[in-house]
């Protein structure tokens, strides 16, 4: 599969994240257990050497595409999106996204960060269908991806231990557009 290196927006574009975008803005995101406090990450302290080893690795895996969020208006690194678990029989895959800049939150920066990855995933990979899970907490995150244009199908009630306590999992999904206008 020939992947596209840049996709771009009107605020960010993506970028195939490389080993040498593994920086100390990156190592910060990932040692913020705050910041994580919604992501299975949260249970690791992380290296550098370790994320440079993830984005690698990534990097050969042909079911996932890793790309760094940047600010078009001055190419900072605010951010990661991963479209994963690519299953090439079905025809789908799973997103994955961490805005990691606190200060551009709220920016709509995360939404066309899905958007950008979800319009790759259909129109490039033909993928039928995208999908996302996310802590029934997170709200931000919940918001991003319905404004991108997927639909909550799902709740797996107590799905994640989160501070002694349980919490559900929303189950995100998005279908490809053309999937519908075949039909008509």
Known sequence: MKIIKELYGSKIHLRKLK?????????RWMN????????????QNYTILDLKDYVFNVDKDKSA??????????????????LGSIQWIHKTGDIGILV????????????????????????????????AGIYSENKGSEAAFIKAG????????????????????????????SLHSKNI
């Open 32 to 43: 913020d257990k705050d910041l994580l406090q919604y992501m299975e990450s949260r249970y």
């Open 100 to 131: 990691g800049e606190r200060d551009v939150w709220g920016r709509g920066y995360a939404t066309q960060a899905i958007e950008l990855a979800s319009a790759y995933a259909f129109s490039k990979l033909k993928l039928n269908k995208i999908t």
């Open 150 to 177: 997927f639909q909550r199908e799902g709740l797996l009630k107590s799905q994640y231990i989160y501070k002694d306590n349980t919490m559900d999992k929303i189950l995100m999904g998005i279908e490809n557009p």
């Open 19 to 27: 080993e040498n975008d593994v920086g100390q803005s990156y190592l």
């Open 65 to 82: 595409i890793l790309w760094g969020i940047f600010e078009n208006a001055n190419q900072r690194h605010v951010g990661n999106i991963k």
